[in-house]
């Protein structure tokens, strides 16, 4: 009995195919990884384009309200509705396959309340006057797809990626009441 | 004989080809976890720009907005307040919150703004820069760049970018930006240069 296990245990034959699974799979997970990166970083790209349209655009509206307000140049057609952007939002983040629950936005206002979106909201915000300042926040949740079936320390961990912008709203809602006159 | 015996060994050794895949393996690991690094560094430079650009950018035209003279503006005359723009500018960088995406070890943002008065020569500058539109307008523009450093290993710190080349409109030449950093110190330069401007319709 004791000779026959001797006689396994010492046996080498089949040791390189071994070798060569432990190997493979090593370069494998290193593979993995770097295509999970690859997306990652894309996804890193959409957030931050988002975040830089949005905060320019709401700092020129002064806020996403249902109808353009009075007076707004080229009227309700120049105007991007809270379902506008909505749908544009919602639309950029599913080409990009990410589900409509890992994402979010925030826009601040200068009095401190926020209006939180994401793809099953509208997107409608108070009115923010002449020289408020106005923060937008994207915000995205992502998991390391690929690589987490190869590593389990990154199996069902979930990620943040946040984009912030701030800018001054441009328009003009109370005509009446300038500040210094 | 005892060379004899060594000689024959040494042999048996460099003949020996037990483990070779191993080695194999080791070398490939080695190759793809520096390949990993590197992307990694990559990963942080790509989003450090990406982050910074659309910060300068946004915070620019809102600081050159913010900083419109109101009453030159009702005499129909293009005016900012350079300081004012700065400030503004500064301040909403800052509200940005950027150390939290970019992780950069330093930041140095430098700001300056060029006005372009209506009636002044652009004949210099060539068309697609945006300068030149059919209608003679004042304009105001806002140069600013962000130096950031950040951490590496010194073995991928040589492929740094140690310069910036672009066109400068303003003067009409090329121009670069170049960072004094040094090569394979584990630290690597990123520079970014974002330009807004406002334009008087």
């Known amino acids: 009995m004791k000779s026959r296990l001797c006689k ?78 909505g749908a544009m939002i919602t639309e950029q983040f599913r080409a990009m396959g990410i589900a409509d629950g890992n994402w979010e936005m925030i ?42 079936m190869m590593l389990p320390m990154l199996r069902g961990r979930t990620y943040t990626l946040t984009s912030k912008r701030t800018t001054i709203s441009e328009w003009k809602y109370d005509y009446d009441n300038w500040a210094n006159e | ?32 976890a520096l390949m990993i690094s590197g992307m990694l560094t990559s990963f942080m430079k790509f989003r450090a720009i990406n982050e910074m650009q659309g910060t300068l950018d946004v915070a620019g035209v809102a600081a050159l907005r913010f900083a419109v003279d109101e009453n030159a503006f009702r005499d129909g005359e293009l005016k900012v307040n350079e300081s004012v723009v700065i400030t503004k500018f500064r301040s909403l960088i800052e509200l940005s919150e950027l150390e939290r995406a970019i992780k950069a070890n330093s930041l140095h943002i430098t700001a300056r703004v060029i006005n372009v008065k209506q009636g002044q020569d652009l004949s210099h500058v060539p068309g697609g820069s945006g300068l030149l539109s059919s209608k003679d307008r004042a304009q105001v523009y806002l140069v600013s760049e962000a130096y950031m450093t950040f951490t590496t290993l010194s073995e991928l710190d040589k492929i740094i970018m140690t310069r910036l080349n672009y066109y400068d409109f303003f003067q009409s030449r090329a121009s670069e930006i170049s960072i004094n950093g040094t090569n394979a110190d584990g630290e690597y330069e990123v520079v970014v240069r974002s330009v807004s401007r406002l334009v008087l319709r």
Not at chain 1, 10 to 23: L, Y
Request: proline share 3%.
């Open chain 1, 8 to 85: 396994v245990l010492k046996n080498d034959s089949g040791s390189i195919a071994i070798e060569a699974v432990i190997g493979t799979l090593m370069i494998l997970a290193c593979l993995v990884v770097i295509m999970d990166l690859l997306v990652i970083t894309w996804k890193s790209n959409l957030t931050a384009q988002v975040s830089t349209k949005v905060a320019r655009q709401v700092g020129i509206q002064g806020g996403y309200r249902l109808k353009a307000p009075n007076g707004f140049p080229g009227g309700e057609n120049a105007y991007t509705n809270p379902r506008e952007l």
């Open chain 2, 1 to 32: 004989m005892t060379t004899g015996r060594m000689n024959n060994r040494m042999k048996s050794t460099l003949q020996n080809e037990d483990g070779m895949m191993t080695i194999w393996y080791v070398i490939i690991g080695l190759m793809l």
């Open chain 1, 107 to 148: 826009i601040t206002g200068e009095d401190g309340r926020q209006y939180v979106y994401n793809a099953t909201s509208t997107p409608v915000t108070g009115e923010y006057d002449y020289q408020q300042i106005i923060k937008v926040e994207v915000r995205l949740r992502y998991q390391w797809e690929m690589s987490q």
